[in-house]
């Protein structure tokens, strides 16, 4: 036990919520994988970076260097140069990330022995999507993708790849990591095309169809990976200016239950004193807020504005 201790203390890890960190990064390892491996390797679609990469290499390959396999044989020199430019705390979580996506991506696609009965992609289901409704296929293994990475990065956890880039970059010449990533992604979306134009496999659609497919890819993976890290409008604040903020706390108090805080300010352009409250809401009850405020003051100055996440009593946090 000490020895663990001393492991989890010395790789900058918090002993407490260790093991949930790391299964719920496994979670969004299976998820991540479940979008490349079942739906978007088949289709010819590049969702950009290490894993990209490695699809492109597959498809040179013929299929005969696993897309999980490469992407772990990738991401080792670009771990180990980031544990080395980045600290060790770096790279627990990175390295589980990165190993285990890859070895889902293989399991689903049967690549690895004695548990090919783990094979998805060639499920009717699947096959019949790809066939039939290839934008929704598409969308689906978006939609995974992004999942998968939201809930990861949500953790603390990386998958490797132009993350490491991207982070090294920014430390060493400071680089904005979000463009660092576009570049990469470009270049590797870029590459895929050119390889799938050149090993003629692009199937019915052209290779430049499916280049600006992934090109897609990567702008609904990236939006749902956003929605998760910044959370979905679930609340709603309200800052009220009002001659009657007394009666409107009450209403805020008793009839919403709520809580609210009182901030003396000064108008400006008046010059009078007046106390400004702020208040935290559900998006139900923020209806009832305005018709009552409405109601008590009409001249009352209500500011909305979308709330992602709250931490404190009377609201669920996200995780």
Do not use: C
């Amino acid at each position: 036990m000490k020895t663990m201790r001393h492991v989890i203390q010395k790789y900058g890890l918090n002993e407490k919520g260790i093991f949930k960190d790391f299964a719920v990064i496994l979670v969004g390892s299976f998820i991540m994988a479940a979008g490349i491996g079942v739906f978007l390797i088949d289709a010819r679609v590049v969702p950009g970076g290490v894993s990209g990469l490695s699809m492109a290499i597959y498809y040179l390959t013929g299929g005969r260097a696993p897309v999980g396999l490469v992407m772990w044989l990738l991401n080792i020199p670009l771990f180990l140069w980031g544990v080395r430019e980045l600290g060790r705390q770096f790279g627990v979580r990175t390295f589980f990330g990165f190993t285990m996506s890859s070895f889902f991506i293989d399991l689903l696609r049967g690549e690895i022995p004695g548990l090919r009965f783990a094979r998805l992609d060639d499920h009717p289901a699947i096959v019949n999507l790809l066939q039939t409704d290839f934008l929704f296929n598409v969308l689906v293994g978006g939609a995974l993708l992004g999942i998968g990475l939201g809930v990861i990065f949500k953790f603390r956890g990386s998958t490797g790849g132009s993350d490491i880039f991207a982070a090294v970059a920014q430390k060493k010449w400071g680089a904005k990591p979000g463009m660092a990533i576009v570049v990469v992604d470009f270049m590797v979306i870029s590459l895929a095309g050119l390889v799938i134009q050149f090993k003629n496999l692009a199937m019915e659609r052209p290779a430049f169809s499916l280049t600006l497919y992934a090109f897609f890819l990567l702008f609904v993976s990236s939006r749902i990976i956003d929605a998760i890290l910044d959370g979905f409008d679930y609340a709603r604040s309200a800052i009220i200016i009002s001659a009657k903020s007394d009666e409107i706390s009450k209403v805020i108090m008793h009839d919403l239950s709520r809580g609210a805080t009182a901030l003396e300010a000064t108008g400006l352009y008046s010059g009078e004193k007046r106390q400004v409250l702020y208040t935290v809401l559900s998006r139900k009850e923020i209806t009832q807020l305005v018709r009552d405020v409405k109601r008590i003051d009409a001249k009352a100055f209500v500011i909305v504005n979308n709330v992602h996440e709250v931490l404190g009593e009377g609201f669920r946090p996200r995780f």
